[in-house]
């Protein structure tokens, strides 16, 4: 198709007396106004150069507009395709957001571009390219996404007007704590001897790594629906496994690259905006650890989700997203702590 349209593009112009332009001139040659599904591409500043970050919103409310940010590090927006069944229909404008290095923005190669403090300014220039407000502005950190969230917020919460804090604990040392001493021991031990074996020798790479996790960790811990969604299996695809080890780090029990020292648990009181904290069961974060955090900010609700795992979203919706709305409607209405 696209060698076709090479071929016959530059033909149409002679044929109608224009003059020849480029395949990529003519694709990009529309001009302003012209409307694009909600999609906007938005240049953002690095020390490493300028890129071009993809968003896409959904829905159109003056006083309401959360922008989402996505896990991994280096997965991307599209694990949230379930809000569109729940958001929408109550009126609620939500906004697609590939990071840095994800799915539909720009994936320099780069190492020093994968920095937490690089990601929160990134935050803060697709908050301006999109006019969000502390009038209006609702931000949603869901796993790293959650990282990013607090530190934003610790940064920039004037910005703010409320935070919702998915699936993600406030110190990596004590998520990796928590994966050793809980979640390795409900494994099977024979299953867990080989993945401790694996990841002795670094084999990361290794077929059965995964063949491992899929069953006895994936399916218990981050998503428990026994087939996995499109959005999901589409996010998951397209991880950027750079960013991820880097970040991240190569083992699933544990954070062991750039977050491995995180720890934002004192500052958690400076937070001044209401803040929802979200944590499940099954997830791979400590379920108490998440309605901890939420006595600890000034403002804090918490929503529990009793089916869910780290992907709460899509195996306990109907908790999850009831939750997600009333917080929302209640803090639009004035109200700075929401009782779930």
């Not at 670094?202 to 994936?218: G, S, V």
Request: net charge neutral; charged share 25%.
């Amino acid at each position: 198709m696209k060698r076709t349209l090479l071929v016959l593009l530059p033909l149409l112009f002679v044929s109608c007396g224009e003059r020849r332009e480029t395949y990529e001139n003519y694709f990009k040659s529309h001009g302003e106004g012209v409307q694009a599904g909600g999609v906007k591409l938005i240049p953002i500043s690095t020390p490493k150069g300028n890129f071009k970050i993809w968003t896409k919103r959904v829905g159109n409310n003056p006083r309401i507009k959360l922008l989402l940010l996505h896990g991994g590090p280096g997965a991307t927006h599209e694990y949230f395709e379930s809000f569109e069944s729940f958001l929408p229909a109550e009126g609620i404008e939500f906004i697609y957001y590939d990071q840095l290095g994800s799915a539909y923005s720009d994936q320099p190669k780069d190492n020093d571009l994968w920095q937490l403090d690089r990601f929160v300014e990134e935050v803060e220039q697709v908050r301006q390219a999109l006019n969000l407000t502390k009038e209006n502005f609702y931000l949603l950190g869901s796993s790293w996404g959650g990282i990013l969230a607090m530190e934003y917020t610790l940064k920039y919460q004037q910005n703010l007007k409320g935070l919702i804090i998915s699936n993600m604990m406030a110190s990596c040392p004590d998520y990796g704590q928590y994966a050793d001493e809980v979640l390795a021991n409900q494994m099977d031990p024979a299953v867990l001897k080989e993945v401790r074996a694996i990841e002795a020798k670094k084999d990361f790479n290794n077929p059965r790594y995964m063949e491992l996790l899929m069953p006895n960790f994936y399916a218990k811990h981050i998503c428990r629906l026994a087939e996995w969604p499109d959005p999901l299996n589409r996010a998951f695809a397209k991880l950027n496994g750079e960013v991820y080890v880097t970040m991240q780090g190569p083992s699933e029990f544990g954070i062991s690259g750039r977050l491995e020292k995180w720890d934002r648990k004192k500052e958690l009181a400076q937070i001044s905006v209401p803040t929802l904290t979200i944590g499940a069961q099954y997830d791979t974060m400590n379920p108490e650890h998440m309605k901890w955090m939420s006595t600890q900010v000034q403002h804090g609700s918490h929503l529990y989700c009793p089916n869910g795992s780290h992907l709460s979203m899509w195996d306990d919706q109907q908790t999850y997203f009831k939750g997600l709305l009333k917080f929302i409607k209640e803090v639009d209405s004035g109200k700075t702590k929401v009782d779930l």
